[in-house]
C-alpha cells in the first residue's frame, strides 16, 4: 500500500476534472481526496501499488475532453487509511486562478437528451453539462460559478440543484445546467423589436427560412444572420442588404454527412469539423455542390461548419438537413452584434425576423475560421473554441504581460508564468465598436485572470487605436512604482517612428520612375535613408523612464517571426520570412516582404522586398489598379490593357502621385505586390473585402499545373553586409506584363507569379544561410495564409536542407502578432 500525492497544473477547474479524478480513483477502490487550489488541482491517493500505476496513467492520458493538462508531478507521502475518495471544496486563494475554458460544442450525451422523447430536456435549447456549453461567453467574473455569469438570473430547480451537487451526475458543479422549468427561454420578434406570440418559436423561424426570408438567431457569441443557402433570391437579397457583395457567406450543415455533400473532406477536416471547437472549416467545393453559387462567388472552397449549440441542432434538424447560411450578425465588416437592443438596432433593416433568448451574452465572440494545409491545421481566425485556451511559452515571463496585438484582426493576450492567455478575435479597430469591446475585455481578462500588467507590449506604429490605448494606460499609471528594468534600446521612439522619412529615400534606391530602357534594370541598392539606422535592431524602441507600467514597443514584422518561433517553442535565432499587407518598418517606410534574422531580443533585416510607392496610401490597398501602374511605372513597363480599364486621367494621376512623392509612401510589402500583379493581369482593379485580389490570384494558381518562374533578380550586399539584399520585383513586373500583351492566360500568370515567389524565398534564404549559417526557417504574415504558396515554399525550403515552421496554434495574419509581442516583451525585460 502506498500514498500519492499529484499536482497538475493547466485547464483542470471548470471542466468536470474533480468528478473524473472521482470516478477514476472511485473505480479503483483507492482512497484520498482532489481540490482546486490556485493554478490547477491537487491529488492526494492510496491504495496498492499496481491501482496507483493505473491510476497516474489514465489520469495523464484519459482527461475530460476540455481539460488541458500542462504539467504535472507526483511525489510519495504517508499513509493514512483512506478507502473512500472524496471532492474537498477549494481553496479560497484558488478564486483568481481559475482557467476560463473555451465555449464547447453540445457533446454526444447532451445530444442523446436533445432528442430523446423520455427525456425532461427534451428539445430543451439550452441543455448542457461539464463537457460542454457556454463557457467564455457567458462570464461576468471570478471565481467561476453561477453567481459570476449571467446564468445568475436563473435560479436553479430542485432536480436541476440535485444534479449539480451530485458528484456522480455529470452535471456536478457545471454552472450554466438549466432545464425548461428554471433555464432560458426562446423568444421571437419581427424586424422591428416587436415580440411574436407563440408557443414554438423556433417552428415559425422555421417556417420562414423555408418561404426564403432571412432571419437573425442569437448564437453563444453573437448573432448570425441566417437563409436558405439553396435559395438564390434569398442569397442574392442577404448579399444586397447586408452590402457584402462578393465576400463568401458561411454555411452551416447537420451533420459531417451534410458536409460531404457540398464539399471534399479528408479524415483530419472530419475530425476538425467535429471537435468541439467546431470552427468555420475551408473545405474544397464539390462540383456542382447543391447549394447557390453566390454564398461563394467563383470560390473553389466553402465556409463550412457544424451544429454548436442545442438550438442549432434542432434547427438543422427541423430544417430536415437543408443547408443554412450563418454568416456574422453586421453590416459589412463591424464587430458581430452581441447585445439584444444593438442586434435590433443594427440587424432590423437585414433581418425580416429575430430568433432570440433571455440568456445575455457578456463577451462577443465570432466564430474561429481554419483549414488544413498539408497535413496540419492552418488558423485564420482564432476565436469562439479556441479562446482564451492558453499557448505554452518556450521561457517564463518575469512580470505580467499584456500584449494589444495590431489594428486588423485584433487579438491581445496575457503572459505570465510560462503560458499566454490570447483573447479571442474582436475584428478590426478600425470601427468604434470593436475598439470599445477591446478596452472593456482586455479589462474582463485581466479580472478573470488575476492579472495586472506591469508590462504593455504594442506595434510599433503610431497611429494604431492598440498604439494609443497602450500609452494610456502608461499615463494612467505614471505613479505606480511597478516597472521592471529593461535592456537597453539601440534606437529611440523618437528616430525610428517619424513616418516622414518615407520622403527622404534617395534616387539610387527609390523606383526609378522609367528612366531606365525597357528590360533594362540599374543595380539594385538599399535606400539611403535605411542606412541611417543600425541593422541590428531591438524591437523595445521605447523605454519608458517613468514609474509605472513599461511600455515596449515591437516592430510588426519581428512580432510575426516571434509569434511562429513561440508556438513552437524554439529559442532562436532564425529566419524569419514574414511577408504580408503591411507594418510599420523602423525607416518609416510600410514594410511587408521582409527577411528577418534574429530572435526574440533583436532582429536584423537583411533582405526585402523592393521599395515602391503606394500611390493613394490607403487607397492602394482598396484599388490594386494604383499598386499596378507604381510597378508597371518603376520597371518601366507597360499594359495596354490595364489602361483601357481604367479611366486615362485616374492613370495620370497616380503616375504624378509617385513622381512627386504625393501621398505616396514607399512600401515593399508582398501583399501589395499581389495586388500590383493581380491587377496587370486582369484578375482585380478594386476590391471589396481585404486581400480578394491575393485570394483570387491564389485560386486561379491553384487550378492548372506547376509552371516556369520568372526571372528573379537580387542586388545589393550579401545577406549579412553592412547594406540589405535587395529582391529587386522589376523584372517580374516586365515579364508579368509581357505575357498579358502575348495573350498568356491569367490562370498561367498566377502559376508562374506563385513559382517565382517560391524562387525568390528559396534564394534568399540561401544567401542567408550562407552568410549567417542559419536553417531554421520560420513564415509567417498573412501571406502566408496562401495555402499553394505556403506548402510549396515549405516544400522547397525542406529539399533544401532547411527545418521549416509554419502556424499551427495562431493565424500567421495579424491576429497572431500578440503572441509575437508577449515573446519579444518578456525576452527583453528578463
Known amino acids: 500500500m502506498q500514498r500519492r500525492a499529484i499536482a497538475v497544473r493547466g485547464t483542470v477547474q471548470g471542466v468536470g476534472f474533480r468528478p473524473f ?24 491517493v492510496e491504495g496498492d501499488e499496481r491501482s496507483l500505476e493505473t491510476f497516474v496513467s489514465r489520469l495523464v492520458t484519459e482527461p475530460p475532453p476540455l481539460a488541458r493538462i500542462e504539467a504535472w508531478s507526483c511525489e510519495s507521502r504517508t499513509l493514512r487509511g483512506e478507502s473512500r475518495f472524496h471532492i474537498e471544496h477549494s481553496e479560497a486563494c484558488s478564486v483568481g486562478a481559475v482557467c476560463i475554458t473555451p465555449d464547447a460544442a453540445t457533446c ?15 428539445r430543451y435549447p439550452f441543455l448542457n453539462c461539464t463537457n460542454c456549453g457556454p463557457r467564455l461567453t457567458i462570464v461576468t467574473g471570478v471565481p467561476y460559478d453561477r453567481a459570476w455569469t449571467t446564468m445568475a438570473a436563473f435560479p436553479m430547480c430542485p432536480r436541476c440543484r440535485a444534479e449539480y451537487d451530485d458528484p456522480a451526475d455529470r452535471r456536478f458543479h457545471a454552472q450554466p445546467v438549466a432545464c425548461p422549468d428554471c433555464g432560458p427561454k426562446l423568444i421571437l420578434a419581427d424586424s422591428h423589436g416587436e415580440r411574436i406570440e407563440t408557443s ?43 452590402h457584402r457583395y462578393e465576400k463568401p457567406f458561411a454555411v452551416m450543415v447537420r451533420d459531417v454527412a451534410g458536409s460531404e455533400v457540398l464539399c471534399e473532406v479528408s479524415p483530419l477536416e472530419r475530425n476538425l469539423l467535429s471537435s468541439p471547437r467546431r470552427p468555420i472549416l475551408l473545405l474544397g467545393k464539390r462540383h456542382p455542390c447543391g447549394i447557390d453559387e453566390a454564398v461563394a462567388p467563383g470560390n473553389p472552397s466553402l465556409g463550412v ?47 425580416d425576423l429575430f430568433l432570440t433568448h433571455d440568456r445575455p451574452i457578456h463577451v462577443r465572440c465570432d466564430d474561429s475560421v481554419t483549414r488544413v494545409i498539408g497535413t496540419t491545421e492552418s488558423p485564420i481566425r482564432r476565436s469562439r473554441g479556441y479562446a482564451p485556451q492558453p499557448v505554452p511559452l518556450p521561457f517564463v515571463c518575469p512580470a505580467p504581460i499584456l500584449a494589444v496585438g495590431g489594428q486588423l484582426k485584433s487579438t491581445f493576450a496575457l503572459g505570465s508564468d510560462s503560458r499566454a492567455v490570447l483573447s479571442h478575435h474582436m475584428g478590426d479597430l478600425d470601427h468604434f465598436e470593436a475598439y470599445r469591446s477591446f478596452e472593456k475585455d482586455v479589462a474582463h481578462y485581466e479580472r478573470l485572470f488575476g492579472l495586472r500588467p506591469e508590462i504593455i507590449a504594442h506595434d510599433m506604429h503610431p497611429d494604431y487605436a492598440s498604439t494609443r490605448y497602450a500609452q494610456g494606460r502608461e499615463a494612467a499609471s505614471a505613479n505606480q512604482n511597478i516597472a521592471p528594468d529593461c535592456k537597453d534600446a539601440e534606437y529611440t521612439h523618437a528616430s525610428a517612428c517619424h513616418p516622414e522619412r518615407s520622403d527622404v529615400f534617395s534616387a539610387a534606391g527609390a523606383p526609378t520612375g522609367g528612366s531606365a530602357a525597357p528590360g533594362s534594370f540599374p543595380p539594385v541598392r538599399a535606400p539611403a535613408a535605411l542606412e541611417t539606422f543600425p541593422r541590428s535592431t531591438r524591437s523595445d524602441s521605447s523605454p519608458t523612464v517613468q514609474a509605472g507600467v513599461r511600455l515596449i514597443a515591437v516592430q510588426h514584422h519581428h512580432a510575426h517571426m516571434a509569434s511562429c518561433m513561440a508556438e513552437h517553442g524554439l529559442a532562436g535565432p532564425v529566419i524569419g520570412v514574414t511577408f504580408d499587407g503591411s507594418g510599420f518598418g523602423t525607416d518609416g517606410a510600410i514594410w511587408g516582404g521582409e527577411f528577418l534574422t534574429g530572435g526574440y531580443d533583436h532582429f536584423e533585416r537583411p533582405a526585402h522586398l523592393r521599395y515602391v510607392a503606394m500611390p493613394g496610401g490607403e487607397q492602394a490597398v482598396r484599388e490594386p489598379w494604383r499598386m499596378a501602374v507604381s510597378h508597371l511605372l518603376d520597371s518601366n513597363a507597360h499594359c ?191
Open 21 to 44: 479524478v472521482y470516478h477514476l480513483a472511485s473505480s479503483l477502490e483507492l482512497g484520498g481526496f482532489v481540490r482546486n487550489q490556485t493554478g490547477g488541482v491537487t491529488i492526494e
Open 200 to 242: 414554438d418559436p423556433l417552428s415559425c423561424f422555421v417556417q420562414a427560412l423555408h418561404a426564403g426570408q432571412i432571419g437573425a438567431m442569437k448564437g453563444l457569441g453573437g448573432y448570425h444572420v441566417v437563409c436558405d443557402a439553396r435559395n438564390a433570391g434569398a442569397v442574392a437579397e442577404l448579399r444586397r442588404r447586408k
Open 305 to 351: 461548419m457544424l451544429p454548436y449549440t442545442p438550438l442549432h441542432h434542432l434547427l438543422l434538424h427541423d430544417m430536415e438537413g437543408v443547408p443554412l447560411v450563418m454568416t456574422s450578425g453586421n453590416q459589412s465588416d463591424e464587430p458581430i452584434a452581441f447585445d439584444d437592443r444593438d442586434a435590433l438596432a443594427r440587424l432590423g433593416g437585414i433581418a
Open 108 to 122: 454526444d450525451a447532451c445530444l442523446a437528451e436533445l432528442f430523446d422523447p423520455r427525456d425532461r430536456r427534451y
Open 640 to 830: 495596354p490593357s490595364l489602361e483601357r480599364r481604367i479611366p486615362a486621367a485616374m492613370v495620370a494621376t497616380a503616375r504624378r502621385m509617385v513622381e512627386r512623392r504625393l501621398n505616396s509612401p514607399f512600401t515593399s510589402s508582398a501583399g501589395r505586390l499581389f495586388d500590383a500583379v493581380a491587377s496587370i493581369a486582369g484578375v482585380r482593379d478594386r476590391v471589396t473585402y481585404e486581400g480578394q485580389a491575393a485570394i483570387e490570384l491564389e485560386w486561379l494558381a491553384a487550378s492548372v499545373p506547376a509552371a516556369s518562374p520568372y526571372p528573379v533578380q537580387l542586388g545589393g550586399a550579401p545577406a549579412a553586409g553592412p547594406s540589405p539584399l535587395i529582391v529587386d520585383t522589376r523584372p517580374i513586373i516586365y515579364a508579368v506584363a509581357a505575357d498579358v500583351a502575348a495573350g498568356v492566360s491569367k490562370e498561367m500568370i498566377a502559376r508562374r507569379f506563385h513559382s517565382t515567389l517560391v524562387d525568390v524565398v528559396a534564394a534568399v534564404c540561401g544567401r542567408i544561410r550562407s552568410a549567417t549559417q542559419l536553417e531554421t526557417v520560420v513564415l509567417s504574415g498573412g501571406v502566408f495564409m496562401n495555402a499553394l504558396l505556403s506548402t510549396e515554399v515549405e516544400e522547397r525550403l525542406r529539399i533544401e536542407g532547411f527545418r521549416v515552421y509554419c502556424h499551427q496554434i495562431v493565424p500567421p495574419n495579424d491576429g497572431g502578432l500578440c503572441l509575437g509581442q508577449v515573446a519579444v516583451a518578456a525576452s527583453l525585460v528578463r
